[in-house]
């Protein structure tokens, strides 16, 4: 079973053309105008392995949200698409990832019902030309278009480029254990019979 997405969207802000391999091995081609928001993705598909490809031309010259906040929506929705209906995989995941001094944790549940528990304090305003507060924004975005509940935390801050990667990488880890099969499970993994 081939578990991929593609997907686009095309508005008057943003162009993106977007595909994802749920049972990749980390490679990807990722261009977003965003020079940090490229290198968060990147730690996101590495440590997640999987295959993302992401092309993105955004009214970069407005600022920096919508260009992030459509790759949610997007990036949700692909994940929702490439997971089908779900048969067979774990649904929970979840890592503790240490970055130097920061200490991020990543909890998820393929539920089919959004929600966003977020609580990650920044110190500064951006990190190259990216927004901080727009990171909260894109976990927003894909945690609804992904219909998943995802639960994100930084349990010790500090060197807040460590930070924001530890969020991303963290993520990756633990969508990669949630979407991961379990061979004793052959349907969704729900006592309600459908997730």
Avoid at 30 to 59: C, K, P, Q
Avoid at 103 to 119: E, K
Avoid at 139 to 162: C, E, P, Q, R, T
Wanted: aromatic share 8%; proline share 2%.
């Amino acid at each position: 079973m081939s578990r991929t997405a593609s997907c686009t969207r095309k508005t008057k802000e943003t162009d993106i053309t977007l595909s994802l391999n749920l049972d990749g091995q980390g490679k990807n081609d990722i261009h977003t105008g965003i020079g940090f928001f490229d290198h968060m993705l990147d730690g996101f598909a590495r440590h997640g392995l999987f295959d993302l490809e992401l092309h993105v031309s955004g009214d970069l010259d407005v600022d920096c949200h919508h260009t992030i906040e459509d790759v949610g929506i997007v990036l949700g929705g692909a994940i929702r698409e490439a997971l089908g209906d779900k048969a067979g995989i774990k649904r929970y995941g979840s890592f503790l990832l240490p970055m130097d001094e920061t200490l991020a944790m990543c909890a998820i549940d393929l539920s089919g019902r959004p929600y966003l528990n977020y609580q990650a304090e920044f110190t500064c305003e951006r990190l190259g030309t990216m927004d901080t507060e727009m990171i909260r924004e894109f976990f927003y975005a894909v945690s609804y278009g992904a219909m998943m509940n995802l639960h994100l935390k930084i349990l010790d801050a500090g060197n807040n480029h460590h930070m924001a990667e530890a969020l991303f990488k963290s993520f990756g880890k633990a969508l990669d254990m949630a979407t991961g099969m379990e061979p004793r499970i052959k349907e969704a993994w729900t006592t309600k019979g459908k997730l």
